[in-house]
């Protein structure tokens, strides 16, 4: 959930804008207020406010625009917001940078020989639907507002997979993605945002004659990307992938998983196209007060169409992500909450409404010794969002 304190107001972002070839268009992106996160979380939908958003174009309109300065930025595709930053810069705390999670297919964005852009409709693997439903490719970009979130504008890509690293037929069989990077979370360390995503595409150009499944584990996993604060009001191409040595991999390129955070072969991971074998995804990062360290929750698919029963919490205990390979330093993830029979989906932990969280102006992505368990719970064809748990840590 992304979020933000303005003033005394405490503001979630809930919700999806955009067309969805799988799914349907939506506008239900909004934000909700309250005077702490228990009474933001509270708001029934008709209270939440719709924001200005940028308009769906189509994919020619998409490609072009980034070359006309005057345009209005449009996006293909459906987007969902997963981290908000707040520019430290701006007093009144308006100025916010969404990091957003985008979906495409091939038939709302084909590939375009001349930018390389869009994706092409040729052994596509199957969906989450049937057997006549497309994956999705997942890309993250970053959108930008000065009003505290009523009005916002789209800045462009941060780190995206092209076209010949998406895992197609008959290998990807997995129900999830045909490739791509997305369900993110970021944080700021120094002059840069680091960028926690999950990368599901192949580690190279993807040959159905010539593929391994485990060159394709290799790449995979929970990775890392970064970008110059101050290069967030025109991000294409200014992110940097962690290489396995420093963040010198291009933001379309490949770059290196954090290893401590994937599941050994030996262990049953795998790659994340294949349908019985198992990964950790959705990372959500906060820096926490008590521990003085880096905290992150994530799922774990076991099974395809993303099922997975159980949440995992690793540590890293470098303040600074940028010196050396401090950025890579997670431990081993432990179990933390585990549903038999259910599938959970994006963990996070959030603020409680008490006297020392609504002081320190604690969000997702800063919070202190007691946290709230937040996620959603699918047991069949239901699903909600959760809260029944209290995180309590201990040094």
């Known amino acids: 959930m992304a979020e933000v304190w303005i003033a005394d107001t405490f503001r979630i972002f809930p919700g999806k804008h955009g067309e969805d070839t799988l799914w349907g268009y939506s506008d239900n992106l909004r934000f909700g207020n309250g005077r702490n996160a228990d009474e933001a979380f509270a708001n029934q939908f008709e209270d939440l406010v719709q924001p200005q958003m940028p308009p769906n174009v189509k994919p020619d309109v998409y490609v072009k625009q980034w070359t006309d300065s005057n345009s ?3 996006v293909v595709g459906a987007v969902w917001f997963e981290t908000v930053y707040q520019d430290e810069r701006d007093p009144s705390g308006k100025t916010l940078y ?3 999670h985008n979906e495409n297919y091939p038939w709302n964005f084909p590939y375009d020989t001349e930018s ?17 439903s497309p ?10 507002s000065v009003n505290g979130g009523y009005k916002w504008e789209n800045k462009g890509i941060f780190i995206e997979d092209l076209q010949s690293r998406m895992i197609l037929k008959p290998h990807n069989s997995s129900n999830t993605f045909a490739g791509g990077v997305g369900d993110p979370s970021a944080v700021a360390s120094g002059d840069y945002l680091y960028l926690f995503y999950g990368e599901y595409g192949y580690p190279g150009k993807y040959d159905s004659a010539t593929y391994d499944p485990s060159l394709e584990w290799s790449g995979q996993c929970i990775s890392v990307a970064r970008i110059k604060i101050d290069d967030l009001d025109a991000p294409s191409g200014k992110a940097k992938r962690w290489d396995g040595k420093e963040f010198n991999a291009p933001s379309d390129g490949i770059g290196s998983p954090v290893k401590s955070l994937q599941i ?17 995804w959705g990372p959500s990062v906060s820096w926490n007060t008590y521990l003085n360290c880096w905290v992150m929750l994530m799922g774990k698919v076991e099974a395809k169409s993303w099922v997975g029963s159980s949440i995992w919490i690793s540590y890293n205990f470098n303040k600074d992500l940028g010196t050396g390979d401090n950025s890579q330093q997670w431990t081993k993830p432990a179990l933390l909450l585990d549903r038999p029979g259910h599938i959970l989906w994006y963990p996070s932990l959030q603020p409680l409404n008490t006297k020392e969280d609504i002081e320190n102006r604690y969000t997702c992505t800063r919070l202190g010794k007691r946290a709230r368990l937040f996620f959603k719970d699918q047991a069949g064809p239901y699903s909600e969002y959760l809260s029944e748990y209290i995180i309590e840590f201990e040094k």
């Open 264 to 280: 050994p072969l030996e262990s049953g991971g795998g790659p994340s196209s294949a349908p019985d074998k198992k990964f950790h």
């Open 98 to 100: 969404a990091i957003y």
């Open 116 to 132: 390389g852009q869009g994706y092409i409709d040729h052994n596509w693997p199957r969906g989450l639907t049937g057997p006549q």
């Open 72 to 74: 209005v930025k449009g």
């Open 135 to 144: 994956a999705a490719v997942s890309r993250i970009g970053v959108m930008k």
